[in-house]
């Protein structure tokens, strides 16, 4: 329990301005620390916060990944990662030598690598994508066929978006939205008639063909705020409830049972970003020689969509 959050959330203000530090929070972060955050959002547009930004320090509430790629991105800066133990079970699904045989085995098709992965893999990647622009990626090579790692769930989301292109994808998935069942939304939509399904691109084929809309965690809050819908069901993590009742306070929400919840995600907790800006610990580097290869995959990215 936190004994008084208003005095916590001072203190990592006075902190994060004393430090010249930019805090950047993920639509899964606890609400305490999303609410204290200088741009709460997904993974693209918090890379793209950590591109543009001035400050000296960049402080990731997020998962490693994440702060590896604001490494990427910014190598003149600071990168911290409050709680280091925050790891992204996908991005641990793939290793650069797996990407490299995955290249070897279908001589010269492109690499499309989601975000949620290594920065040595990222350095194997002709270009990384998120789940918000995943098919603006794969359109933008105007290849016939591509690969795609490591999750196979949204390969197979941009598959059937973009049918014209062939995509063969890694076995990789997000633990969290690949245990969700088509069982699970219909029993859902049977006890809110009426409400429409969102889901993330992460989830099966089989869930996301269930859905109205299939959302990025940001594209999700979009919808949210301009929807004419009174009751949404939301297939993903359970943090995003908090930014979907700020963005669109009209609209009721019912999160997916059983809830989903990503262990890593919560593992920064507010006295641990205020703990990594007081000591500035927890820094997240990149060896050089990796960074400058993953640089113009990364850069790409952050540029499509
Ligand atoms: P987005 O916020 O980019 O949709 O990503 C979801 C996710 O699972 C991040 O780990
Ligand atoms: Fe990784 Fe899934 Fe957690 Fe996102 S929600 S950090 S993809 S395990």
């Known amino acids: 329990m936190i004994e008084d959050l208003t005095a916590v959330h001072e203190e990592i203000r006075a902190l994060a301005a004393e430090r010249d530090a930019v805090l950047l929070a993920h639509n899964y972060q606890r609400p305490e620390v999303q609410d204290v955050a200088d741009f709460v959002g997904d993974s693209l547009g918090l890379a793209r916060q950590a591109a543009a930004t001035d400050a000296a320090v960049i402080v990731f509430a997020g998962v490693h990944f994440m702060a590896e790629t604001a490494a990427i991105l910014s190598p003149d800066k600071t990168v911290l990662l409050p709680e280091p133990r925050a790891g992204c079970p996908m991005a641990d699904m793939i290793t650069a030598e797996q990407a490299r ?29 998120t789940s918000a622009n995943a098919t603006d990626v794969v359109r933008s090579l105007g290849a016939d066929r591509v690969l795609f790692a490591p999750d196979r769930n949204l390969g197979a989301w941009v598959a059937s978006q973009v049918p014209e292109v062939e995509v063969t994808v890694w076995d990789g998935c997000c633990p969290i939205h690949d245990a969700v069942t088509p069982a699970q939304v219909e029993e859902a939509r049977a006890a809110h008639p009426g409400a429409l399904v969102l889901t993330h691109p992460e989830c099966r084929p089989e869930v996301n063909a269930l859905a109205d809309a299939v959302l990025s965690t940001s594209g999700m809050l979009r919808y949210a705020a301009e929807t004419d819908a009174a009751e949404l ?14 963005a669109a306070p009209g609209v009721t929400f019912h999160h997916i049972a059983p809830r ?12 641990k970003v205020r703990d990594a800006l007081r000591d500035l ?16 995959a990364v850069e790409r990215m952050v540029a499509i969509g």
């Open 101 to 129: 045989a995955f290249k070897a085995a279908h001589p010269g098709l492109p690499l499309v690598t989601y975000v949620n992965s290594s920065a040595a893999v990222k350095a194997e990647t002709d270009v990384c994508c």
């Open 233 to 246: 069901i939301v297939v993903t993590e359970e943090g995003l409830l908090h930014g979907l009742s700020k």
């Open 260 to 271: 989903m919840l990503c262990p890593n995600m919560k593992l920064t907790t507010i006295e």
């Open 281 to 296: 610990r927890g820094a997240v580097e990149v060896p050089e020689e990796t960074r400058a290869r993953a640089l113009g």
